[in-house]
């Protein structure tokens, strides 16, 4: 009965490789999100997405990228890992304002 | 200067002790606020909701000053439990995006 639900919960990966993080949520949202938490904590907006829009964080390097099957699930493609990138990467969904959180993917590149 | 900012902590305090957070907030334009509480190693979870000048949800008090562009959480009769971070969140509805502050840490000790 998990409202947010992401896989794999840990990901370690060398440096170059191409990986993705899958999504899922079953809270009949319309909005889901993708946020990085970095070694200092601090949790930053990297997407948001509905079925109409997609609004990135002019911050996020091209290598990332959000796909959405249905409105149920966003996952998040990685392509040319770098060192930089290791953090817990936690999606989110919302209806409203509120958002719930999954319970995040903690990526280390080698 | 971060759009959202709180005193990192770490706060110590006994149990039974009442304990306040202080945020501000850059973005005049933010529209509603939240405090999350994250624990180690897991997701942020919303605690409250803060939409006009406060409210009160057992323990937990929110207060929001949008002249001051400040909002601060009360805790009351500090439980063990209590210990986390607690994330005091800005949302914009452009987007719908969330903005995180990076969190202030609470140590409760017996």
């Known amino acids: 009965d998990t409202a947010v639900s992401q896989t794999p919960k840990y990901l370690v990966t060398q440096m170059g490789n191409d990986k993705s993080i899958k999504c899922e949520q079953n809270?009949?949202?319309?909005?889901m999100y993708w946020y990085k938490q970095d070694s200092k904590k601090f949790l930053k907006i990297m997407f948001s997405y509905n079925n109409k829009e997609l609004i990135i964080n002019e911050t996020v390097p091209n290598r990332f990228s959000p796909k959405s099957p249905d409105k149920a699930h966003l996952n998040l493609h990685i392509n040319s890992l770098e060192l930089g990138d290791s953090a817990v990467y936690f999606c989110a969904s919302s209806r409203g304002p509120e958002q719930f959180f999954g319970p995040g993917t903690r990526l280390t590149v080698l | 200067r971060k759009e959202v900012e709180q005193d990192p902590g770490p706060f110590n305090v006994p149990e039974g002790a009442t304990v306040a957070f202080n945020c501000t907030y850059s973005?005049?334009?933010?529209?509603?606020f939240f405090w999350y509480r994250q624990d180690c190693r897991k997701e942020p979870k919303l605690l409250m909701s803060?939409?006009?000048s406060g409210n009160e949800d057992g323990r937990f008090t929110a207060q929001l000053n949008r002249a001051s562009q400040y909002i601060s959480l009360l805790i009351r009769d500090s439980k063990l439990s209590d210990s986390a971070t607690y994330l005091c969140?800005?949302?914009?509805?452009?987007?719908?995006?969330?903005?995180f502050g990076g969190g202030t840490r609470l140590m409760v000790k017996p």
């Open positions: 809270l009949g949202h319309d909005t």
């Open positions: 803060v939409y006009s």
């Open positions: 973005n005049s334009a933010s529209q509603s």
């Open positions: 969140v800005a949302h914009n509805n452009a987007g719908n995006m969330l903005t």
